[in-house]
């Protein structure tokens, strides 16, 4: 395990079995991550994103799941411990933010109960502490009036003070790792900019070891330090943000970054989607999984449908999963893709 390391994955597969077949959900992730330091986890839906942190979490355990390798939390490993130990680190240490408030909070209890619950789990005190406890939370987290809101419940609350009050019971321990999974979407632009500067002033209170999961690229721009690209279950581009924003080198990233709106200039073009649909994690294509889509794949020799390639260091720190060489992936990149990223 990596010294430095607070979260530490290794080849971490999540494999379901289902009627049709394998469901290779993730297979083979590696990365780590430093207190203090954010993730940001980016790709398509389908891509294995919130199946990993799900995983990371231990939720997937007594269903239809097959989960392997080596999940590391502050020197214990999270796959071969025992369900009830990881359900008490669950809060105390790690933490997640749901994507959805509303159908991961329950409706017939207050949102107060609700953090007084998750507070009681882990620490011996008295209803009426929690409760004081329960509201410092949600007046710190920005929600007005916390006494009186404390007794509301979800349905009472804005769309952006629910994402608020789901990231304070996800705090309320103060736990060492938080996994916030979309923590922006359906949110209009303003309370999305006032909820990823809350994450990023709790993140420095707390010193967490922060993971974002995100299809948004702007999101992960905002907070993290490094980024991992996740394709059909794999990493396939991993390195700092300024890595993934200036220096890319896979062709899937490359789609992402010309499918992302800039405000920054005036658009003289239309945004460039990535052609094609994400592949079956049942039936996952052979070779690259990217090939079907990628429009460089014929410069292979054929390796792009016939070899998995191997996730291979680009530069200190920054690893790319391709068949295209060095320095292939960078004529293609000043010559051709990014001067029109740049017309955006």
Request: with cysteine; proline share 6%.
């Amino acid at each position: 395990m990596s010294e430095s390391a607070f979260l530490d994955v290794k080849d971490l597969k999540i494999h379901f079995s289902t009627d049709d077949g394998v469901v290779k959900s993730v297979d083979g992730l590696s990365f780590s991550l430093e207190r203090g330091k954010t993730l940001g986890i980016v790709g398509e839906s389908g891509s294995g994103k919130s199946v990993t942190s799900l995983g990371i979490l231990g939720l997937h355990r007594g269903k239809n799941a097959n989960v392997s390798g080596e999940i590391w939390l502050d020197g214990e490993d999270l796959v071969t411990a025992s369900q009830e130990h990881v359900r008490r680190l669950r809060g105390r240490k790690m933490a997640m933010i749901f994507q959805d408030p509303l159908s991961s909070m329950h409706p017939f209890y207050t949102v107060g109960d609700q953090i007084i619950e998750a507070y009681r789990i882990h620490h011996k005190v008295s209803k009426s502490v929690a409760r004081k406890h329960a509201i410092d939370m949600l007046g710190r987290v920005g929600i007005p009036e916390p006494k009186r809101r404390v007794d509301s419940y979800p349905h009472e609350f804005s769309g952006g003070m629910r994402q608020r009050a789901m990231i304070a019971m996800a705090l309320s321990c103060d736990p060492e790792l938080l996994i916030a999974d979309e923590p922006t979407t359906a949110l209009d632009v303003t309370v999305q900019a006032q909820i990823l500067d809350l994450m990023r002033d709790l993140q420095r209170e707390f010193n967490s070891a922060l993971i974002i999961i995100t299809h948004d690229l702007g999101v992960v721009a905002e907070l993290s330090n490094d980024i991992l690209v996740m394709y059909a279950g794999k990493c396939i581009e991993y390195g700092s943000a300024d890595d993934i924003f200036y220096r890319p080198e896979h062709p899937y990233t490359w789609g992402l970054l010309g499918s992302m709106p800039r405000l920054d200039r005036e658009p003289t073009e239309r945004l460039l989607p990535v052609k094609g649909t994400p592949p079956s994690l049942i039936n996952v294509p052979s070779g690259c999984a990217f090939h079907p889509r990628c429009p460089y794949s014929d410069q292979t020799d054929g390796q792009s449908k016939a070899e998995v390639p191997a996730l291979a260091p680009a530069d200190p720190g920054h690893l790319v999963r391709c068949h295209l060489s060095r320095t292939q992936r960078r004529t293609l990149w000043e010559n051709e893709v990014k001067p029109v990223l740049e017309t955006q």
